[in-house]
């Protein structure tokens, strides 16, 4: 399996900006690859995923404000976070294979990384 190692996060006031980093061990160009979150005391949450064509989907709290993005020479996913709210408080995880099932949503197969914590003060 691809390992990853999350880094960018740490501590911004609300409105401020953050871009997160996944690198992977390996070539990531045919997988799909997606960024999720886990706040404590709550279940790790899908924030967005980009396909190995290059098409991007969003969780709606955060349409409009992130943007997911890959360089497959370099073997990184990047997550930009702009407009940052303190309810996007959260140790967050990338994970390079997520598949597509039957009914359209994606479920993740990658390894994890050790994540990277974003704190958002008000």
């Known amino acids: 399996q691809v390992q990853v190692v999350e880094s960018g996060g740490g501590l911004v006031q609300a409105g401020g900006s953050l871009r997160l980093s996944c690198a992977a061990s390996?070539?990531?160009?045919?997988?799909?690859v997606g960024w999720y979150r886990q706040a404590p005391g709550k279940q790790r949450e899908l924030v967005a995923l980009?396909?190995?064509?290059?098409?991007?989907n969003y969780a709606d709290f955060v349409k409009g404000r992130f943007t997911i993005s890959r360089d497959n020479a370099k073997n990184t996913v990047y997550l930009q976070m702009n407009s940052l709210e303190p309810e996007d408080t959260a140790v967050y995880y990338c994970?390079?294979?997520?598949?597509?099932?039957?009914?359209?949503?994606?479920?993740?197969?990658?390894?994890w990384g050790q994540g990277t914590q974003v704190a958002v003060s008000s």
């Open positions: 980009i396909t190995s064509g290059g098409r991007r």
């Open positions: 994970n390079t294979d997520l598949r597509q099932g039957r009914s359209g949503t994606y479920s993740w197969y990658g390894s």
């Open positions: 390996r070539s990531i160009f045919s997988l799909n």
